[in-house]
């Protein structure tokens, strides 16, 4: 790029969805973001714009002047629902918080696949969208999270049983936890048809059964 985008497009690019890079913004400014190579617009409805992968590389290497000009006021924390307009996936726990609503949430998941199978597309070199990208692997709990949920797959909370995603101290592995046998399994085919390799394994001191799921590579 010959100069760097304006104020009010490096704004946009900052508040881009942390997930699937979907963007929110004036429709000059999209359309400024797309014709910088910056953006693109997804040919399906609702026609969402989402960053590209040199939009990606923008927005980790912008500043972040709200965090140093107040660092006594934390960022804000991205809600397990939808009230602040940004997705966040459910990784689940006993403090996930139930969405305000289904239906909204159930939206917002679908744009959310929508948009990494978008990722996977335009970053994976052969185009392949059945098998991770680059993004999934540096947000594994994320990624998974997404994959299950988008699913149909119910991530625990303080009042319902479902789905845990959690790191793992091995590279480019998460453990994932069900409240039954038969929910770990799907959980697990679920995963594997979106271009992960589970295996379930046994806890030695507790017992417990878990998926351990590293996305494919080929």
Known sequence: MSREPTAAQRRVIDAADPVTGRLRGAEA??????????????????HDHFLTPAGQRVREAAPEPRIRQAPAEPPPRPAAGLGTGVFAARVGGPEEAAPASDAVRLREVRGAWQGLLELRRMTNPDGSVDRPCDWERGHLVRAAALTLEAAGHRPETASAPGYRVRPTPQPEAVAVYAPDAAALSACADTLERAGWQPGEYTAPRTRTRYLLASPRRT
């Open 29 to 46: 400014q999209l359309t400024a973001l797309v014709r910088r190579g910056l953006a693109f617009r997804h040919p399906r409805p609702p």
